[in-house]
Structure formats: C-alpha cells, structure tokens
C-alpha cells in the first residue's frame, strides 16, 4: 500500500521561507517524478512544481519560478519543496503526489497517491 506524508508547513511572515518535506512509502520511489500542488480556499488545486526520477530536471509553475525549489532524495524515499521569499498569496495547503502518466507535467489529473497536505500560511 502507497502512503505519501507531507509535513514541513506552518505560519510564515511575508519574506520568509519554509521546507517542506514529503516521503512516500510502498512503492519504487525512484522510478517515478513526484509533484507539488496546492490548493487554496475557493481555488482549484493548482501544479507547483515537479521533478523527474533521478531529481536532474526540475520543473515550476510560473508563479514560483526562482522563488521555489523542489529536489529529492531517492535514498530516503524524500521530495523536498524549498520556498523562499514567501508572499501571502502562496498560503494554501500543500500536497505531494506520485505522477503516473505522460500527461501534463503540473496538472492533477496526471498524479495518484495523495497524502493528506501541509499548510502553509503566510502573514503580511
């Protein structure tokens, strides 16, 4: 059985930065690309960013570029988000999923194995 655990989020003044951390469990990890994703209230689940099996190709939503940076540990079954220069706009709840098709590199639909999310909230 695939569980995925995210943890890292908390409360952040405007500027700040936060790591979030996700480790699946009950699956190959490195033989799949993992995503971020968040979902803010009244808002669709949105792609924040992704990164291939081995961590080399990383990718982002433009709306974090250069703020955030996700990599991985396949040793420790592990997917990292770095957020740095946090704006209240980025406060949402943070999930980390398994992609499991060649759909569209940022969007749900291409993802399986949910865990249960991380908040993040950042004050002004």
């Known amino acids: 059985q695939v569980q995925v655990v995210e943890s890292g989020g908390g409360l952040v003044q405007a500027g700040g930065s936060l790591r979030l951390s996700c480790t699946a469990s009950g699956l190959s990890f490195a033989d799949f690309s993992m995503g971020w994703f968040r979902e803010a209230p009244g808002k669709q689940r949105e792609g924040v960013s992704c990164?291939?099996?081995?961590?080399?190709?990383?990718y982002y939503a433009d709306s974090v570029k250069g703020r955030f940076t996700i990599s991985r540990d396949n040793a420790k079954n592990t997917v990292y988000l770095q957020m740095d220069s946090l704006k209240p706009e980025d406060t949402a709840m943070y999930y980390c999923?398994?992609?499991?098709?060649?759909?569209?590199?940022?969007?749900?639909?291409?993802?399986?194995?949910w865990g249960q999310g991380t908040q993040v909230t950042v004050s002004s």
């Open positions: 999923a398994v992609r499991w098709n060649r759909g569209p590199r940022l969007d749900p639909s291409s993802y399986v194995h």
């Open positions: 990164v291939t099996r081995s961590g080399g190709i990383p």
